[in-house]
T-cell receptor
Framework: NAGVTQTPKFQVLKTGQSMTLQCAQD?????MSWYRQDPGMGLRLIHY???????DQGEVPNGYNVSRSTTEDFPLRLLSAAPSQTSVYFC???????????FGDGTRLSIL | AQKVTQAQTEISVVEKEDVTLDCVYE???????LFWYKQPPSGELVFLIR??????QNEISGRYSWNFQKSTSSFNFTITASQVVDSAVYFC???????????FGDGTTLTVKP
């Protein structure tokens, strides 16, 4: 099983550019989340979804959009990249809110 | 609002020492779940254990053990006879079952020296 697949693994953007981080899972999990990890700050929740068609904001949603048209996919869009969005981004999925999360390998994003 | 505090930013021990990683949480929910995850230097996040708010039994798995105390809102993690391969960042997390949101602590970086 592939589990949670994130693409790309690395990306460099210029300020103001937009891009989409892809996340796909093959475990038929209803719950999916996006986190960013900055040095010394742990994982902060950006957006999450409890099922197809349902999304909600997490702790740090500004500058990011999500959609969940299928159970499998949960893309994260950066609308206009800023240097403050330089981070490592993790996508995760789980069978429910009380279940452990399965994480992708992360996307390391640098914004110049 | 939920909050998870891992007061120990970094811990360094010598191999074979025992080490305890602290986790204190805050929530207004009566039903919640606590988790520990490990992030080795390679960067992936690996699930270690889950505990629900109604089960205060301590758990032991090999060299790992967990102590959950609702009275002090703590869910501490002990590694017995630490090994170099235990070197990693360890995260404690709290989940609200209804909303599906998880809150992570800032992590504790454990370095085990040979």
């Amino acid at each position: 099983n592939a589990g949670v697949t994130q693409t790309p693994k690395f990306q460099v953007l210029k300020t103001g550019q937009s891009m989409t981080l892809q996340c796909a899972q093959d475990m038929n999990h209803e719950y999916m989340s996006w986190y960013r990890q900055d040095p010394g700050m742990g994982l902060r929740l950006i957006h999450y979804s409890v099922g197809a068609g349902i999304t909600d904001q997490g702790e740090v949603p500004n500058g990011y959009n999500v959609s969940r048209s299928t159970t499998e996919d949960f893309p994260l869009r950066l609308l206009s990249a800023a240097p403050s969005q330089t981070s490592v981004y993790f996508c995760a999925s789980s069978r429910g809110g009380n279940q452990p999360q399965h994480f992708g390998d992360g996307t390391r994003l640098s914004i110049l | 609002a939920q909050k998870v505090t891992q007061a120990q930013t970094e811990i360094s021990v010598v191999e074979k020492e025992d080490v305890t990683l602290d986790c204190v949480y805050e929530t207004r929910d009566t039903t919640y779940y606590l988790f520990w995850y490990k992030q080795p230097p390679s960067g992936e996040l690996v699930f270690l254990i889950r505990r629900n708010s109604f089960d205060e039994q301590n758990e032991i798995s090999g060299r790992y053990s967990w102590n959950f105390q609702k009275s002090t809102s703590s869910f501490n993690f002990t590694i017995t006879a630490s090994q170099v391969v235990d070197s990693a960042v360890y995260f404690c997390a709290l989940s609200n079952t209804n909303a599906g949101k998880s809150t992570f602590g800032d992590g504790t970086t454990l370095t085990v020296k040979p």
